[in-house]
C-alpha cells in the first residue's frame, strides 16, 4: 500500500437508490480490475451477510481495493459499497467521509427516485465530486436521455458528463474507470483498519479518535449519534435464554451503532430490551441477523415511538430532574392533569410517485394524520410530494401500503423533522374489569378506537375459553371504546368415554391440568403467555 | 332370506350351546357373593368392517376376505386365557363391538359365550349386547344372534338424514335404519339402543331436533347421543381442513345437545350419563362398568382391558391392550394364548384419578361409599372441602357436594372437562399429603 504515491490513490463510493445498480456495478469493477476472476458468476460479490443475499439488499457498507492501470500509472481505488435502503443513510454518510467522490447511479428506466436525491445531498453537502452513471441502458424500457435531463433539471448536473452504462452486460463500465481517475480528486490518507486490544465490545465506540500512545491529538470531529426512528421491544422467548440474548445484542449493535439500546422489562414478557432503530427495515435486518448470525429467537413487540410529555406537576418535575421527558414505555405516560402538553415526533417524508397514483397516496397520506408541505413535478410523468407525518403513522406499513397502492413504482425516504404537539392519550385494556399492564398503550385520540378495537380483537382470537364469558374492552380512562366478547363453554365434554377410551382421555386431562399451572389470572380468567405475545407481537404478514 | 345349509346347521348348534348355557344356570340358582377383583365386564372385538366411515379412527380393517373360523378360533383362545390370567369368576356382562361385529356369524357369537360360560360363571340374565350396523342385519339375523345369545343390541344409526349418511359415509338410508330399528324391537323388546350424532358440518339446531323427535317417536328404552369429533387422519377432517365443507359449529352443536337432553328428560328418559340415556331403567350395566372403575377384559385385536391379573399372582390393577393388527394379534394368540402388547400397572393415584373423571361422567356422580372403596383414608370431603377452586364450582351450581357424594349438576355435566382442569391438580395434591401408612413392623 505505502508504495503508492498518494496522487494515484483515489478514494471513492458508490451511491444511488435502492436497486439501481449499484452493487451490480461493484461486482464488474472488481472484476475489471482483476481483482475477482471474470469467468465465475459474479453476483453482488460484496454482499456477504445472509440477509444481504436473501433480501437482494446491501445492508453493510464493504470495501474493496482495486488496482487499476491507465496510461502507464498504476492507481489504488478505494471502492466502498453502501446500500440504497432509506434505514441505512447512516451508513452512507459515515462511508461518504472517507470519500472525495462518488459514482451516482440511476436506472436508466426508473430515473430519479427519492434515495438518488437523498444520497446526492448527502454527497453534494459533503463537498464530493458526483459522477452520475445511467444504469441498465440494456432494458428494453431504458430512456437514458430522458433520465440526463433529469438529472440536469434537477441536480444541476450538465448532460456530458452523463456515463451511460450496462453493468450486467459490462457495457462502457470502463469509462467509469476512468472517469474516476480524471473526475475525483486524490487525498492525503488511506482508509484502513487496525488490530486493537480492547476487552469489553461496548469499549470501542464508533466516532472515537485512536492515538499513539502517550501522544495524545486532537479529537477529530465527531459524528451525530444516528437519531433512532422505531422502537420495538426485543425479549427472548424465555428468560433462560436472557443472557445468549444480551451477548448477541451486544455484539450486533457493536457492529451496527446505529441502533441504541435501553434496558426494558414488562410484565408479560420479562426482562428485555427497548432498541431503537433506523427504520422498519433496519428492525427486520436487526432481527434476521440476531437469527442467522447469533441463533438468537426473540419475541418482537408492537414498534413505538419516542414521544415526550411537557410536565406541569412540580413534583414529577423533581422526580425526572427536567420539564420536557421523553416517554419510550406506555407504562410511563404521565396522566393529563401532570402535563401541558403532549408531543409526538413528526418526519418529513418525500414521496416520488408515477402521476397516476398521486389521488391514492395522496389519501393514504390523509388518513395517516399527514399534513401536506410540497408538491412538485419532477418531469411530465412524475410528482413529488412532501408531507410532514407523524413517525407512529408510518412505523407499521406505511411503506409497504404506498407500494401496493403504487404497484412498486412510488418511492419513499423521510427524516426528522422534530415534535409537534399532539392528542395522546393512554389506553387500557381490561378483562371482566381487570386492567391488563402489558397491554397499555399510547396511541393519538383520533386513532384510538381503530387500535383499541384491534387490540380487542386480537385478544379475543387468542383468550380460550372459560366457564363465564370474558369482556374484553378498551378504554381511555373510564371510557370504553371497543369491546369484544369471549362466550362461555357450553359444552366441554368428550362425547364417547368408554373402555378404550380412558387411557387417552386421561392423558389429555393430565397435561390440560399441567398447562392450566402454567397460566396467569387475571382476575378469575386464566391467561395463557402467549395470549400477550400474540397481541403484542408485530405481525408477520409478509 | 333363506340361509345356506351349513350355516343354518351353525347356527341351531349355537342355539341349542346357548339354551345348555341357561339350564345349567338355573340350576344352582345361588351365587356366592363376589368380591370386585372376582367380577369382570368382557369386551369382544371384532375388527372388521364392508367400509371405512368418514370419521371414523376406531382400530378397524376393511377385509379382502375373512378367516372366520381362525378369527373364531382365537377369540376363544384368547377369552379363556385372559379369563384364567384374571382369576374372575363372575362375567357380568359382554359387549360385542368393532368394527363391524354385525359382519360376525352368530356362531361366532356363540362360541364366543359358550367359552365364556365354561371358564367363568356367565350368568343366564347377564347383558350381551351386540353393536348393529342396519345394513347387514336382516331380521333372521338379528334372530340367530339372538339364538346364540345377545340379549341387546345396539344400532348405529348415527342420522335420519340421507344426506347426512353420505356425508358420513355410511352403508345404509335412513329408512334401513329404522326398519332395522322395529325389527330389533320386535326381537329384543325394551332392549335396543340407538345412536344419534349431532354437530355434523353444515348441521342445523332445528333439523336436528326434528331428527330427535321423530326418533323418539320409534325408538325404544335406550338412546346415544354423540357429538361428532373430527380426528386427524380420517376423510372427513380433510374435507373440512381442504374447505370443501364447514367446520362444525360448536356454538349450535352445544345447543343442540342442550336441547337434545332437555327433550329427552321430557320423554322420560335419565341421562345416565354425559352421553346415553334411559328409560325404564334400560340402562347399559357393561358400560357402567367403566364409568364405575369395575374390572374388564378386553378381548380381539385392540381391545382394552383394565384388571388385576390375579391369576397370575399379580396385586395391582393394570391397563392392557391387545395387539391392533388383527393378523399379528392371531398369530401371537396361537403362540401364548393371548395377544396383549402391552401391560401398564396403574398406581393408587392414577386409579383414583379414573374414579374422579369416569364417575363424573354419571348423573349419580361419585358416592361417599363408592369413594372409600378406593380410597380408605381420605374421603370426598377431605380432598374437595377445602379448596377455594372447587368452592367456587360449587357456588356456581356446576358441581354438588353432599351426603350422597360427589356430582355433576345438570349444568355442570355438559362442562365436565373443564371442572376436571380443577378437581384433578386439587386430588394430586390432596394425595401426596396424605400421611403415609405406617410401615409394617416399623
Known amino acids: 500500500m505505502s508504495r503508492f504515491p498518494v496522487e494515484n490513490i483515489r478514494n471513492f463510493s458508490i451511491i444511488a437508490h435502492v436497486d439501481h445498480g449499484k452493487s451490480t ?61 432509506v434505514d441505512f443513510s447512516y451508513e452512507v454518510s459515515r462511508s461518504l467521509s472517507a470519500c472525495q467522490g462518488v459514482l451516482l447511479v440511476v436506472d436508466a428506466n426508473e430515473g430519479i427516485q427519492a434515495q438518488t436525491v437523498a444520497n446526492f445531498f448527502l454527497a453534494f453537502e459533503a463537498q464530493l465530486s458526483v459522477i452520475p452513471v445511467i444504469n441498465k441502458i440494456d432494458l428494453k424500457n431504458a430512456d ?111 457492529n451496527d451503532s446505529s441502533v441504541t439500546v435501553h434496558r426494558d422489562s414488562s410484565l408479560a414478557l420479562g426482562a428485555g430490551w427497548r432498541l431503537g432503530f433506523l427504520g422498519l427495515l433496519h428492525m427486520e435486518v436487526f432481527n434476521q441477523r440476531l437469527e442467522q448470525e447469533y441463533n438468537a429467537s426473540v419475541i418482537l413487540t408492537t414498534p413505538t415511538v419516542p414521544y415526550k410529555a411537557v410536565l406541569s406537576s412540580a413534583k414529577l418535575i423533581k422526580e425526572y430532574r427536567e420539564k420536557e421527558i421523553t416517554i419510550i414505555n406506555p407504562a410511563q405516560f404521565p396522566d393529563k392533569s401532570k402535563v401541558t402538553e403532549y408531543l409526538e415526533p413528526v418526519v418529513l417524508g418525500t414521496i416520488i410517485t408515477p402521476v397516476e397514483f398521486t389521488g391514492k397516496i395522496m389519501m393514504l397520506c390523509q388518513a395517516r394524520r399527514a399534513v401536506q408541505k410540497n408538491m412538485v413535478f419532477i418531469d411530465q410523468n412524475r410528482v413529488m410530494l412532501k408531507y410532514l407525518l407523524p413517525l407512529n403513522e408510518i412505523v407499521v406499513d406505511f411503506y409497504d401500503s404506498l407500494k401496493s397502492l403504487s404497484s412498486g413504482y412510488a418511492s419513499f425516504d423521510y427524516e426528522d423533522a422534530g415534535y409537534q404537539t399532539a392528542e395522546l392519550v393512554k389506553m387500557d385494556i381490561l378483562l371482566n374489569g381487570n386492567i391488563v399492564e402489558e397491554l397499555v398503550t399510547i396511541v393519538h385520540k383520533d386513532k384510538a378506537q381503530t387500535v383499541g378495537k384491534a387490540i380487542c380483537e386480537r385478544l379475543k382470537d387468542s383468550l380460550p375459553r372459560q366457564l363465564f364469558e370474558i369482556a374484553i374492552q378498551a378504554a381511555i380512562g373510564s371510557k370504553i371504546i371497543a369491546r369484544e366478547t369471549v362466550k362461555a363453554y357450553r359444552k366441554n365434554v368428550l362425547a364417547k368415554c368408554y373402555g378404550g377410551d380412558i387411557t387417552r382421555k386421561m392423558k389429555l386431562l393430565k397435561r390440560q391440568a399441567e398447562g392450566k399451572k402454567k397460566l396467569r389470572k387475571i382476575g378469575n380468567i386464566e391467561v395463557p403467555k402467549d395470549a400477550f405475545i400474540k397481541v403484542l407481537k408485530t405481525q408477520t404478514d409478509k | 332370506m333363506t340361509l345356506p345349509g351349513a350355516r343354518a346347521g351353525a347356527w341351531a348348534a349355537a342355539a341349542r350351546a346357548a339354551q345348555r348355557r341357561r339350564r345349567v ?75 363391524t361385529p354385525s359382519l360376525a356369524s352368530p356362531h361366532t357369537v356363540a362360541a364366543v359365550l359358550e ?121 372427513l377432517f380433510t374435507r373440512v381442513q381442504r374447505g370443501a365443507l364447514p367446520t362444525p359449529d360448536p356454538e349450535r352443536a352445544a345447543e343442540m345437545y342442550q336441547e337434545g337432553r332437555a327433550l329427552l328428560r321430557e320423554a322420560g328418559f335419565r341421562q345416565y350419563e354425559v352421553s346415553n340415556f334411559a328409560r325404564h331403567g334400560a340402562l347399559s350395566t357393561h358400560n357402567w362398568t367403566y364409568w364405575q372403575c369395575g374390572q374388564y377384559i378386553g378381548v380381539g385385536p385392540g381391545a382394552h382391558g383394565r384388571f388385576v391379573p390375579q391369576g397370575a399372582g399379580g396385586l395391582a390393577r393394570e391397563a392392557r391392550i391387545q395387539t391392533l393388527e388383527p393378523d399379528n394379534w392371531m398369530k401371537e394368540v396361537k403362540l401364548f394364548g393371548h395377544g396383549t402388547r402391552k401391560r401398564v400397572s396403574l398406581g393408587e393415584l392414577e386409579l383414583l384419578e379414573e374414579v374422579l373423571a369416569m364417575g363424573l361422567r354419571t348423573d349419580v356422580g361419585i358416592t361417599h361409599q363408592h369413594w372409600q372403596q378406593f380410597e380408605p383414608q381420605l374421603t370426598l370431603r377431605d380432598v374437595f372441602g377445602a379448596s377455594e377452586e372447587v368452592n367456587r364450582l360449587l357456588e356456581q351450581g356446576l358441581l354438588l357436594l353432599d351426603h350422597r357424594g360427589l356430582r355433576c349438576s345438570w349444568e355442570g355435566l355438559a362442562v365436565l372437562d373443564s371442572l376436571l382442569l380443577t378437581l384433578l391438580p386439587r386430588l394430586q395434591e390432596a394425595w401426596q399429603q396424605k400421611t403415609p401408612s405406617p410401615v409394617p413392623g416399623g
Open chain 1, 25 to 85: 456495478l461493484a461486482d464488474r469493477l472488481l472484476e475489471l480490475t482483476g481483482t475477482i476472476d471474470k469467468t465465475k458468476n459474479n453476483k453482488q460479490v460484496l454482499d456477504k451477510l445472509q440477509v444481504e443475499r436473501e433480501r437482494g439488499i446491501t445492508v453493510k457498507a464493504q470495501t474493496a481495493s482495486l488496482f487499476y492501470n491507465c496510461e502507464g500509472k498504476q492507481y489504488l481505488l478505494n471502492l466502498i459499497d453502501t446500500p440504497g435502503h
Open chain 1, 144 to 254: 437514458p436521455e430522458r433520465v440526463v435531463k433529469q438529472i440536469e433539471k434537477v441536480f444541476d448536473i450538465p448532460s456530458d458528463e452523463c456515463i451511460k452504462i450496462s453493468a450486467k452486460l459490462g457495457t462502457n463500465v470502463e469509462s467509469v474507470l476512468q472517469a474516476v481517475i480524471e473526475r475525483i480528486p486524490p487525498y492525503a490518507g488511506q482508509v484502513g483498519y487496525l488490530i486493537a486490544g480492547m476487552k469489553d465490545v461496548t469499549e470501542a465506540q464508533i466516532g472515537d479518535t485512536l492515538y499513539l500512545h502517550k501522544q495524545p491529538v486532537e479529537p477529530l470531529p465527531g459524528f451525530k449519534s444516528a437519531k433512532p426512528m422505531v422502537f420495538a421491544g426485543m425479549y427472548p422467548v424465555d428468560q433462560s435464554e436472557y443472557n445468549n440474548l444480551k451477548s448477541a445484542i451486544d455484539k450486533l449493535t457493536l
Open chain 2, 25 to 99: 344356570e338355573g340350576a344352582g340358582r345361588s351365587p356366592r357373593p363376589v368380591t370386585r377383583s372376582q367380577r369382570a365386564a368382557l369386551y369382544v372385538h371384532w375388527p372388521y368392517c364392508e367400509k371405512r366411515c368418514s370419521y371414523c379412527n376406531f382400530n378397524k380393517y376393511i377385509p379382502r376376505g375373512v378367516d372366520e373360523a381362525a378369527m373364531r378360533s382365537c377369540l376363544v383362545t384368547e377369552a379363556q386365557t385372559l379369563l384364567r390370567l384374571s382369576g374372575v369368576q363372575r362375567v357380568e356382562s359382554v359387549f360385542f363391538g368393532g368394527g
Open chain 2, 115 to 235: 367359552a365364556v360360560a365354561q371358564t367363568a360363571h356367565l350368568p343366564a340374565d347377564s347383558e350381551v349386547t351386540l353393536e348393529v350396523n342396519p345394513t347387514s342385519a336382516p331380521a333372521s339375523r338379528l334372530a340367530a344372534f339372538g339364538a346364540a345369545g345377545v340379549n341387546r343390541l345396539s344400532i348405529g344409526l348415527q342420522s335420519l338424514d340421507d344426506t347426512e349418511l353420505q356425508l358420513l359415509g355410511r352403508t345404509h338410508s335412513a329408512r334401513d335404519a329404522l326398519r332395522t330399528l322395529a325389527e330389533a324391537r320386535r326381537l329384543f323388546p325394551g332392549r335396543v339402543s340407538v345412536d344419534l350424532m349431532l354437530g355434523l358440518p353444515a348441521q342445523q339446531v332445528g333439523p336436528w331436533l326434528r331428527q330427535l323427535e321423530e326418533l323418539l317417536r320409534r325408538c325404544d328404552d335406550h338412546l346415544s347421543l354423540y357429538q361428532l369429533s373430527l380426528e386427524r387422519g380420517t376423510a
